[in-house]
């Protein structure tokens, strides 16, 4: 538990600590592989967004596996072994929760802003605009999305091609309508604006449903966890009448 605590409080100095994953990796030679499906779907959304990530958990993850070893070793002969048991899968699981975290943090912005691209890129086109020009100007504004679309924007001004700049993107990532607009891109400079129009009204209306399926989930997952303290306020209620009651039931007796 000192180390959660620690790690929350001191998260800077926690995140500097995966040197020591990166020591039993690359020079002890510790084999840890991700297996786990959903891992990889977190780690190729925020990869889009966040270099060498894959080697920065699995640095975090052998660090913290280091951890909650020396902590099932060390404290389980003074405390009770199951508790220490718990405590230590739950310090190995601590880089996976900061992980979905960070997935849930990427996911929700690109929901939130990918329409909004989409419909910018769509009406700048129509009038006329390259989508170079349209996705240049589109970049300008704040987002973590944008701040991306600029990015990519700032490596073709460098002399990288666009179209591998483009498919860099869709290898990368598992977002079908991420990959979808930017396959629209690439068809648009090859092809022209004949279908582009069409297609990207299509993915915007596509996106929009997305989009209230994604806030009613969060809204009824907001709704659940209100109940949970609702819940315990009642069994507490509950306890106070009844314990006094029972005491006094047998008193009588």
């Known amino acids: 538990m000192i180390y ?58 052998i ?11 060390y404290f389980g002969f003074f405390i009770n072994i199951f508790y220490v048991i718990f405590v230590s899968i739950f310090i190995f699981m601590i880089p996976t929760l900061k992980l979905k975290e ?7 912005h690109i929901k939130k802003e990918l329409p909004e691209i989409i419909m910018s890129v769509k009406l700048l086109i129509s009038a006329g605009m390259n989508t170079f020009g349209t996705l240049e100007y589109v970049s300008k504004n704040e987002g973590v999305l944008y701040q991306k679309i600029e990015a990519l924007i700032n490596e073709i001004k460098k002399g990288s091609s666009s179209y591998k700049v483009y498919t860099s993107v869709i ?13 629209i891109i690439i068809s648009d400079e090859k092809n022209g604006t004949d279908k582009t129009i069409h297609l990207l009204h299509d993915l915007h209306m596509e996106m ?26 009642l069994i507490s209620i509950i306890i106070l009448i009844i314990i006094p009651a ?8």
């Not at 690359?26 to 084999?31: M, V």
């Not at 913290?64 to 070793?73: A, E, M, Q, V």
């Open 171 to 183: 290898s990368k990532s598992r977002i079908y309508p991420l990959t979808q607009f930017f396959r």
């Open 246 to 253: 029972i005491t006094q039931l047998f008193t009588l007796l």
């Open 102 to 108: 960070k997935k849930e943090y990427y996911d929700h």
């Open 208 to 233: 929009i449903k997305d989009k209230k399926v994604y806030y009613l989930k969060k809204g009824e997952e907001a709704s659940t966890k209100l109940l949970f303290p609702m819940m315990i306020s």
């Open 4 to 61: 959660l605590i620690l790690y929350l409080k001191y998260k800077n100095i926690c995140d500097k600590l995966e040197i020591i994953g990166y020591f039993m990796r690359n020079k002890l030679h510790f084999k840890y592989y991700i297996k786990s499906s959903k891992i990889l779907d977190y780690l190729s959304i925020i990869s889009l967004f966040e270099e060498n990530i894959y080697n920065c958990y699995l640095n975090k993850k």
């Open 63 to 73: 660090t913290f596996l280091y951890f909650s070893c020396i902590t099932l070793f």
